[in-house]
């Protein structure tokens, strides 16, 4: 066999060790390490040093290389997580034009991206505050830098502290490269949009004594208008906001008018398309400049710098605000209606309102956000071979969000007569009747129309101090005890600041008050790992990990958890893992503890619509009679309707809220046998999570069912008085400590790769065929009681649970002339309610493919590909916003991409 020959089959053998990675080319940390048996590494999951094989195979580790990566259409680490399938989607947001900041985050478990933890190189990543949403944002790390994704899926809040009760996603970036590397690509989807554009560079210098590594990367993604496919509006897509106006006289004698050329007519029973005007996919460019250097003081200290600058700008557009009675603000809980004393009102008498304002021009949301991450310290050897580093970090991300086309809510209300006019109000102030679509003069719109605005700033520090090695203590016979441990402290901060309007309430969108606030922690860890049995029957190596943290904090006092793992390998063939400990999340600082009063509109079901909800009785009856008695009207269940699904609910933080506490446990089993099938790797794991004290807020449906079901009186005084027609009109929605989360469920996952194909194939050799397949079954998903698992729930993002999800990758590998993969996503059905079987209610089942073509050249790559290749819709949905589950599916389409990458 030739050299060449034998040096791939041995970096195929080192698949034994990846067990969860991607095929055989993914990992060359593990093909390092199956050269030399005795190289000892660090992996995600533990601060200890230990052979790369065993450290892969110990717990429940996916891997995804840069190779991975530059093979597919990704432009974001988002992207490249999401078609994993022990991702949920609540936390992706490029597929969703109203999303929160623009922030770009992943989800674990399908527990919240909040419960998720991102490292960069072990060290947490700072958080970013805009628009209300908070998280670690994705976008943030170039993809040029990376060298792998290690995806822990697992609790580790032993290891890393606070939220890592999802899992943990480390990005390991590149070190030691030296030369000069250059990528471009372009992208765009078969229907000529969603073009996509991306550069790249990356310099490295390294010598024995250090290296020096600076990258620049910059990519930017056209959005994609709804209306430009046609599953996304329809039927489901339909609101009585139409830009004529709808009008009908508080008594209801007048009948259902529509504005025309500043008169009424008759309605015509035309609604407005709600998919007319948004974007589907939101707009957004980034630019990276990062720089990371080592330094060898002697030959046991080493200094280290890290610096990474992002600019982050994100823009998505929506249809113009819509007004009336029934879209109520805070300060506004009877909405807008033209009152009786408007000249131009031809009834004498309040006319009800729907409108959409098109005169202002369709609501235009931007983002531009700054984020700096320094990192300074020092890393060494003491002791012989125990190694210490210690740093200090400092994290900010500076955002300011806009709304263009905002309307100024008081000023509305100024126009049509419900307010006396100020001082700066336009000609016809008092006697505009908003009927047609042209019912405001140019000097009228631009009196309503504002840009609304918002400063944030949220800040990060740490130090941190860690140590590990072995100790001189053989106990079993079986190797040396390892230790870690280490200390932390970090400070949390975050400062948000609308606009004066908006403070005011006077924005028809949202309005929110100032946000203010930090904690700051003190916390200290410790992890052994303790071999047992070494090399005896039915024990080739047995071996136990404990680890443990304490952490005080100044605002909720204490926490304490643990965690304890067992690694057995039966034999060449078999082993079994396992763990149990406890974890915990701290509360948001900015989104959770101190949010500044925030309006949403948050979808509802009235109990008092009979024909929505029953005709009520017993308790539900006595309290709809008792609240339409409190707003001076008498409750008939045959004649109310509830007008619109959205009620204005005023989100508030809670400083008095208390950290989550989850306890988990994992098993698992992982088959080698290289004898018997050479290079198969199969594994199979359970988890099962339980979190108490949940971080959540008391949705209005579950508001409505404790005030009128269960008679809480507690949960009555969260909504606000009735109004004159009997609507419901606001409720109070603070974060509490509500309920009890679990989930549990099954990972498998199987690798091959085989060389045995070159010679009947009359290929060269060392051409391969690998596999790697990727399933999870969620078995539950439970939320106070309420079972998701298979279920899908609309709203303005929805979320989907599918029971069943997974990938299949498949690469040919031909050397020095190409290598062709094609991958398959799946994602199972799920159901509205349960046992639904009608089309919108019931989501099939589908398939997504995607292929690339890489062909190499001395020092360069091309690559191709297509993603989505058969260009599947995603499944019609009853959803009014995009009519399918938000980021759960391909939006895009059929897209193409090209890439070329240069090393020099």
Not at 440 to 448: E, H, I, N, P, R
Request: with cysteine.
């Amino acid at each position: 066999m030739s050299t060449k020959n034998q040096n791939h089959r041995n970096s195929i053998n080192s698949l034994r060790a990846v067990l969860l990675g991607a095929a055989a080319t993914a990992l060359a940390l593990s093909s390092a390490a199956s050269a030399q048996n005795t190289e000892t590494v660090v992996v995600t999951g533990s601060r200890i040093a230990t052979s790369a094989s065993e450290a892969l195979s110990a717990a429940p580790l996916s891997i995804i290389s840069s190779e991975d990566i530059t093979k597919s259409k990704t432009v974001t680490l988002e992207q490249a997580l999401n078609k994993l399938p022990e991702m949920g989607q609540q936390g992706s947001n490029d597929q969703n034009s109203i999303s929160p900041g623009g922030i770009s985050t992943v989800d674990l478990r399908a527990l919240g991206s909040n419960r998720t933890l991102i490292l960069i190189n072990g060290q947490r990543m700072v958080e970013t505050f805009v628009n209300g949403g908070q998280g670690q944002d994705l976008s943030n790390v170039p993809m040029s830098m990376i060298e792998r994704l290690e995806v822990l899926k697992d609790g580790a809040s032993p290891i890393y502290g606070a939220d890592a009760i999802g899992g943990v996603i480390n990005i390991i970036t590149r070190k030691d490269f030296n030369g000069l590397e250059v990528t471009g690509g372009v992208g765009i989807s078969g229907k000529g949009d969603h073009f996509t554009k991306q550069l790249s560079t990356t310099l490295g210098l390294a010598s024995d004594k250090g290296n020096v590594l600076i990258g620049l990367e910059y990519y930017s993604e056209d959005p994609v208008r709804q209306s430009s496919r046609s599953w996304a509006h329809g039927k489901y897509s339909i609101s009585y906001a139409i830009p004529q106006g709808l009008f009908y006289t508080a008594s209801g004698s007048s009948g259902y008018k529509m504005g025309s050329a500043g008169a009424l007519t008759d309605w015509d029973g035309n609604t407005f398309n709600t998919g007319t005007e948004p974007d589907l996919i939101q707009g957004r460019s980034v630019l990276n400049a990062n720089l990371t250097a080592e330094y060898n003081l002697t030959s046991d200290i080493t200094v280290f710098a890290e610096s990474y600058f992002t600019n982050r700008k994100s823009s998505a557009r929506l249809n113009p605000e819509p007004i009336g009675t029934f879209y109520t603000t805070a300060k506004y809980l009877t909405g807008t209606s033209i009152p009786s004393t408007n000249v131009n009102n031809p009834y004498g008498e309040d006319l009800v309102m729907y409108k959409r304002l098109f005169e202002v021009g369709d609501r235009i949301f931007g983002d531009n956000v700054n984020t700096y991450q320094e990192r300074f310290g020092f890393k060494g050897k003491v002791f012989g071979d125990w190694t210490w580093d210690a740093a200090y970090m400092y994290g900010e991300s500076d955002g300011n969000d806009y709304e263009h086309n905002a309307v100024n809510i008081t000023h509305v209300h100024e126009l049509v007569g419900s307010l006396p006019c100020g001082s700066g109000a336009p000609a016809g102030c008092g006697s505009v009747t908003l009927f047609g679509t042209d019912s405001l003069t140019a000097d009228q719109a631009a009196y309503v129309r504002f840009t609304s605005s918002a400063m944030s700033r949220y800040t990060q520090q740490i130090a941190y101090a860690d140590l590990a090695g072995e100790l001189p203590a053989d106990l079993f016979g079986a190797g040396n005890i390892g230790v870690a441990i280490g200390y932390n402290w970090r400070s949390e901060a975050v400062l948000n600041v609308p606009d004066a309007i908006s403070q005011a309430g006077d924005n028809a969108e949202s309005n929110s008050k100032e946000t203010s606030g930090q904690y700051h922690m003190n916390e200290v860890y410790a992890e052994a790992k303790i071999p047992l049995v070494k090399n005896a029957l039915l024990a080739k190596d047995l071996s136990l990990d404990i680890a443990a943290r304490y952490s005080h904090y100044n605002n909720f006092g204490d926490a304490f958890v643990y965690k304890g793992s067992a690694n057995w390998a039966v034999n060449d063939w078999l082993r079994f893992r396992g763990d149990f400990g406890t974890g915990f999340r701290a509360p948001q600082v900015g989104h959770e503890m101190y949010l500044g009063d925030t309006a949403s509109a948050d979808g509802f079901t009235d109990p008092c619509d009979a024909a929505a909800s029953g005709t009520p009785t017993g308790s539900v009856l006595a309290k709809c009679q008792s609240t339409f008695a409190a707003a001076g009207l008498t409750y008939n269940s045959s004649t109310f309707t509830q007008k619109l699904p959205q009620l204005t609910a005023i989100w508030q933080g809670n400083p008095d809220l208390k950290p989550e506490t989850s306890i988990q446990y994992n098993l698992g089993m992982v088959l080698t046998p290289d004898d018997l099938i050479p290079n198969l790797a199969f594994t199979v794991d359970y988890y099962n999570i339980k979190i108490k004290n949940v971080i959540s807020q008391k949705t209005v449906d579950q508001g409505l069912d404790d005030c009128y079901s269960s008679g809480d009186a507690a949960s009555c005084t969260l909504f606000t008085t009735r109004s004159s027609t009997g609507q419901l009109t606001g409720y109070y929605e603070p974060f509490v400590n509500l309920g009890v989360y679990t989930t549990d469920g099954v990972d498998f996952a199987v690798n091959y790769a085989t060389d045995a194909i070159a010679a009947p194939l009359g290929l060269p050799d060392g051409s391969t065929l690998s596999t790697n397949l990727r399933t999870t079954f969620m078995n539950s998903n439970i939320q106070d009681g309420q079972q998701y698992a298979g279920l899908w729930t609309t709203g303005a993002i929805s979320t989907a649970l599918p029971k069943w999800k997974g990938f299949l990758s498949t690469t040919l590998d031909i050397p020095d002339l190409f290598s062709f993969t094609w991958d398959e996503q799946f994602v199972g059905q799920t159901v509205d309610t349960l046992g639904a079987t009608a089309v919108g209610h019931r989501i099939p089942a589908l398939f997504f493919s995607s292929l690339s073509i890489v062909v190499p050249y001395k020092n360069y790559q091309a690559i191709f590909g297509i993603d989505n290749v058969f260009d599947k819709d995603p499944p019609v949905a009853n959803d009014g916003y995009v009519q399918t589950v938000s980021n759960q599916y391909d939006f895009v389409g059929r897209y193409f991409f090209l890439k070329l990458k240069a090393k020099l």
